[in-house]
């Protein structure tokens, strides 16, 4: 079946830096575009990040532009999201998800497990 | 950018009455081409990460019980649960996805209880 599994959550220090993981399995990974959202502590969620399946095409949220940087590798089946100078406002619980829909206009489903990001001196 | 927001952001039925969640956009997300509206709703179980339970607003995703249904063109849509079971406790989420890749915005959530 579908499965996407995150690691690499943990606490870092304001400014710090993390590098999320994220391994998929059951589908022809590099044929789908892939996303990051993220929930914040007992709060909505909010999406991050946005990766074509082979192209390359990617976006962000303006909240996290210039500091997130999403990548991915097909032969490892695998999303990647590299966080630097990271803030207070970016701790929350990290959502690998995958994006079905037409190009661009996309949903989410399934979403992994969740891999939380605490940012505290 | 497009806001979506939900009402009521809490919600209490007793088991086996209808639940009705109301979503709205800040514009239409009803694409013209196409006749299609660019709107998803997930639900989110306590302790578990969102599940997908509708796209194009009225789509039902497979395995999703026919009880759940989407309605609603262009601003306005509902999400209807209509005999309330126990494992539906649960926050609701509409997302919309016309207005892209600027951001995919999601509603802030619906919190359904048992009364």
């Known amino acids: 079946q579908v499965q996407l599994v995150e690691s690499g959550g943990g606490l870092v220090k304001p400014g710090g830096s993390l590098r999320l993981s994220c391994a998929a399995s059951?589908?022809?990974?590099?044929?789908?575009?892939m996303s990051w959202i993220r929930q914040a502590p007992g709060k909505g969620l909010e999406w991050v990040s946005y990766?074509?399946?082979?192209?390359?095409?990617?976006y962000y949220a303006d909240s996290v532009k210039g500091r997130f940087t999403i990548s991915r590798d097909n032969a490892k089946d695998s999303l990647y999201l590299q966080m630097n100078s990271l803030r207070a406002e970016d701790t929350a619980v990290y959502y690998c998800?995958?994006?079905?829909?037409?190009?661009?206009?996309?949903?989410?489903?399934?979403w992994g497990q969740g891999t939380l990001v605490t940012v505290s001196s | 950018d497009i806001v979506m927001t939900q009402s009521p952001d809490s919600l209490a039925v007793s088991l086996g009455e209808r639940a009705t969640i109301s979503c709205k956009s800040s514009?239409?997300?009803?694409?013209?081409?196409?006749?299609?509206?660019?709107l998803a709703w997930y639900q989110q179980k306590p302790g578990q990460p969102p599940k997908l339970l509708i796209h194009?607003?009225?789509t039902r995703e497979s395995g999703v019980p026919d009880r759940f249904s989407g309605s609603g063109s262009g601003t306005d849509f509902t999400l209807t649960i209509s005999s309330l079971q126990a494992e539906d406790v649960a926050v609701y989420y509409c997302?919309?996805?016309?207005?892209?890749?600027?951001?995919?915005?999601f509603g802030q959530g619906t919190k359904l209880e048992i009364k």
């Open positions: 997302q919309q996805y016309y207005n892209t890749p600027s951001m995919y915005t």
């Open positions: 194009w607003a009225s």
């Open positions: 998800v995958r994006a079905h829909g037409d190009g661009l206009s996309v949903w989410f489903d399934p």
């Open positions: 990766i074509g399946g082979s192209d390359n095409t990617i």
């Open positions: 514009q239409s997300v009803l694409y013209s081409s196409n006749n299609m509206n660019y």
């Open positions: 059951g589908f022809t990974f590099s044929d789908y575009y």
